[in-house]
């Protein structure tokens, strides 16, 4: 799978809720880089993540435009969140169903088809204005 198809397949699953596709498509010291927060090394603490995301958000990304580079190393996404806030999280507003609409984008480093290492991107200032905080 070239680095396109390899991003695309993890907005497909993280779409469709499928999160045992979407973590087998990143590499066991998967980086991950936490908008405007920590990075976060390994599968398990993705996994970790993203239970806590799923709990707290509902969201499906649309306008996917993927961008790659010749080398098929790197890559990057933009798209818009379409999401409602289900539950509250820690430091943020309180959730009541607020429905929101961002733009983001990612950018991804590729390995044997996998991913390992994304930094996701998006105006937490805006959306908290959106949610009414």
């Not at 498509?25 to 090394?41: F, P």
């Not at 890559?75 to 733009?103: C, R, S, W």
């Amino acid at each position: 799978m070239n680095a396109a198809d390899t991003i695309r397949a993890y907005y497909e699953a993280f779409n469709a809720g499928d999160m045992e596709t979407f973590l087998a498509l990143l590499t066991d010291d998967v980086i991950h880089d936490i908008n405007q927060g920590e990075r976060q090394v390994g599968k398990t603490a993705f996994a970790r993540f993203m239970e806590h995301m799923n709990r707290c958000y509902r969201e499906e990304l649309t306008d996917m435009v993927v961008m790659t580079s010749e080398d098929d190393r790197r890559g990057a996404a933009e798209f818009v969140v379409n999401g409602e806030y289900l539950v509250t999280d820690e430091g943020l507003p309180e959730a009541k169903g607020q429905k929101y609409v961002l733009p983001a984008g990612a950018f991804f480093e590729l390995r044997d088809g996998k991913v390992a290492r994304i930094s996701n991107y998006y105006n937490l200032p805006e959306w908290i204005r959106q949610v009414g905080g």
